[in-house]
């Protein structure tokens, strides 16, 4: 019997189904540095939204659930090939360079995905969708920065493509308490929300 889509889209996740995706969560642009200019996103992502990923990376490596990282990474040295948006904002890092590393905190395996991108989708600009149909994954759990931007665009060309997409709301955050709740709140129809520690029950349980 087919479950009620409500249903299906608040069922546990089934890690051999699943893959956990950490946007943009790279030295550019998380640093020390970013602190004074963006306070709120520094300490946020620090105390909490870095924290909830690596655990959740644990978690997903555990189960056996897909893990992806997405870096912005232009594939020119002067960023040619860049979205339009990314041209007009001069959002940039070369290939190669120190600011395209994941940090420490979640440093990928040595047989996990790093796809550079250059958009605010990943489905624009990289073979995410290509890759994911080709290993079986159906379920994609996201995570990183920044909730009202990369985060949101993601969860939502996801859900068009028929991904089943989950957003744990504490394993994300942007510049501002305001613009990350307005984001969760935009874009609540096209995932499942839910927290950090129940998606980590969810893959244990499945171990």
């Not at 950490?22 to 939204?49: C, K, L, M, N, V």
């Not at 990923?53 to 912005?72: D, H, Q, Y």
């Amino acid at each position: 019997m087919t479950r009620p889509p409500l249903l299906a889209r608040l069922s546990p996740v089934e890690a051999n189904r699943t893959a956990i995706l950490f946007i943009d969560t790279q030295d550019g642009i998380f640093h020390p540095g970013a602190e004074a200019a963006r306070p709120y996103f520094f300490q946020s992502a620090r105390d909490t939204a870095v924290p909830n990923m690596a655990r959740l990376l644990a978690a997903g490596r555990a189960a056996g659930a897909e893990i992806v990282f997405t870096v912005i990474e232009s594939l020119t040295r002067d960023g040619r090939d860049r979205s339009l948006d990314y041209k007009q904002t001069n959002f940039h890092f070369a290939p190669g360079s120190p600011e395209t590393r994941v940090i420490d905190a979640l440093k990928p395996g040595d047989d996990e995905i790093i796809l550079p991108k250059t958009s605010s989708s990943l489905f624009n600009s990289t073979i995410f969708e290509y890759l994911m149909r080709n290993i079986g994954i159906d379920t994609v759990i996201v995570t990183g920065f920044l909730t009202d931007q990369c985060v949101d665009h993601t969860v939502r060309d996801g859900a068009d493509r028929g991904f089943r997409m989950i957003c744990p709301v504490d394993a994300c955050t942007t510049d501002s308490r305001e613009r990350h709740d307005g984001a969760l709140a935009a874009f609540k129809g096209y995932c499942r929300q839910t927290d950090t520690t129940t998606l980590i029950a969810e893959l244990n349980a499945k171990t």
